[in-house]
């Protein structure tokens, strides 16, 4: 056999779904402990080995050129560089000119214009 048919060939899709369930299962049980840290470690660490998973095997990204892999982590970098750059001003409740109208307040502000009319 070739060092290029076997660098093609098809993997095991049964022991990979396998392997999917089992950190499936792992992720579902992870609550139980009621540790939260771990919990939440655990829990990140699993989906992200899913997703590399799902990405390198049913996308096929594991043989494809590495420039793939390298487009998709910029693009996730860019997503995450996006989020955290925006993420402090959406989620601040108070700032020089900003005013954030939660729905309470909404609500509230919508009944004194209806009873001063």
Known sequence: MSE????H??????KIWAILLGLLVLSVLGPT???RAITLIA???IAI?????VAGYFMHLNV??????YLLIATIAFLAVCFFGIA????????ANWEK????????????EGAHH
């Open 88 to 95: 402090p001003d959406v989620m601040n409740k108070e700032g």
């Open 33 to 35: 402990l009621e540790v």
């Open 49 to 53: 080995v899913k997703a590399l998973m």
């Open 101 to 112: 109208n939660a729905p309470e307040q909404v609500e509230h502000s919508a009944d004194k």
């Open 43 to 45: 829990a990140f660490g």
């Open 64 to 69: 494809e050129k590495k420039i793939v892999w």
């Open 4 to 7: 290029e048919h076997s660098k």
């Open 9 to 14: 060939s098809h993997p095991n899709y049964v």
